[in-house]
């Protein structure tokens, strides 16, 4: 009985499902307070859901161990960005919203949870350790693929997008197949901690593990469905509202990265950095690695190119952001000095997008 209301959320996800499709063309018509009221507490419920489905990562990390807590942890995050991302994409035409999202997705997850966590280790412990190989291993791999998938095709011409965009999905996925298995198997050790796991995960550790994976796939089954109430009435809200039209791709980082944000500031705390280091970067990589190549998918299937190339703008605070990292996660430890440049980026980044400059 304990588990099955602990569960609540999605109960309260459920009801907001049956709500939202009953009121959603009312809400638009009227506008204003009832828009965005119904917006909120769509999103609401997808955060909510979303917290749900790390818990039911965290109980499958408690009992498969490291590195597959963290893994298990970004590839469920990432893998409510992509249904989202996809279901988004039905609606009003936004060529730039997968690129957007990527690039929300890696300013929330290096300088934003980095950030945070240096700064809370550093005040708590001073100067906090992790695995420098690791550190070493996420950033070799995420300067590629966002060559790949971001910079390069800013200089690809229309008439061969899809002959470059078929070698993109190709190698990407080569890449994270075996980045996964060198995470996994003969480097694991680079990776491996005492994981941050949640008290309930612990309670629910006797639990049948089917029980936890299918909760997970029926939740971002659900995460899918509010995903249509979403983009329905974001369309609604943002027309002739004057709001930056990158809102929906920060909503959508924002929702993927909500958990892995607590797991990472609670690791930071209790002075285990590695968790902090393997979620942020192992995020970001796994955003690229894994929600590129779906939506360029889509794009071929489709036959309608989606545009990837950075903006100048959004390139500047990429290299800036790639930078830091890699001078910050050069030497095995971090204080909150550096936790400060990560999070004074992510500040620039907040005020870019609310200028409407991102």
């Known amino acids: 009985m304990k588990y099955f209301k602990a569960e609540y959320p999605i109960v309260l996800a459920v009801m907001m499902l049956g709500l939202g499709f009953a009121l959603e063309h009312t809400a638009i018509e009227h506008g204003g307070v009832a828009l965005w009221g119904l917006l909120l507490l769509a999103l609401l419920a997808i955060i909510g859901i979303a917290f749900r489905i790390s818990h039911h990562a965290e109980v499958l990390a408690v009992r498969w161990g490291e590195p597959y807590g963290t893994l298990i ?32 997705a890696v300013m929330f997850d290096i300088n934003g949870i980095l950030g945070a966590a240096a700064i809370i280790g550093g005040l708590a412990h001073g100067s906090v350790k992790y695995n420098l190989k690791s550190a070493n291993s996420f950033v070799a791999m995420l300067l590629v693929a966002l060559g790949i998938g971001m910079f390069i095709p ?86 002739g509202s004057g709001l930056p039209k990158s809102i929906p791709a920060v909503l959508v980082a924002l929702i993927s990265a909500s958990p892995e944000i607590l797991t990472a500031l609670s690791a930071a705390k209790n002075n285990r950095l590695q968790t902090t280091v393997n979620i942020a970067l192992g995020a970001s990589l796994a955003t690229v690695l894994l929600t590129l190549p779906v939506i360029e998918a889509i794009a071929l299937f489709n036959g309608e190119r989606i545009i990837m190339a950075l903006t100048p703008m959004q390139a500047g605070m990429l290299l800036l952001t790639l930078l ?3 001078n910050n996660l050069h030497d095995g430890e971090t204080n909150a000095i550096e936790g400060i440049s990560h999070l004074a980026l992510f500040a620039a980044f ?6 409407g400059l991102l």
Not at 193 to 220: F, K, N, R, W, Y
Not at 350 to 355: E, F, H, K, S, W
């Open 324 to 326: 830091a990292v890699m």
């Open 73 to 104: 942890l970004t590839l469920a995050a990432v893998a409510v960005e992509v249904v989202i991302l996809v279901v988004l994409l039905q609606g009003a035409p936004n060529p730039t919203l997968a690129r957007d999202t990527v690039f929300a």
């Open 154 to 239: 800013d200089f690809v011409p229309d008439a061969q997008w899809k002959i470059y965009s078929m070698f993109s999905v190709g190698v990407m996925a080569v890449m994270y197949l075996a980045f996964l298995r060198l995470q996994t198997v003969e480097n694991r050790a680079f990776f491996e901690h005492t994981s941050a796991i949640d008290e309930e995960a612990h309670d629910a550790i006797h639990s049948p593990t089917a029980l936890h994976v299918g909760v997970m796939l029926g939740a971002i089954v659900l995460v899918g469905l509010l995903s249509e109430v979403l983009s329905v009435l974001l369309d609604a809200g943002l027309v």
């Open 350 to 355: 907040i005020a870019l997008v609310a200028m």
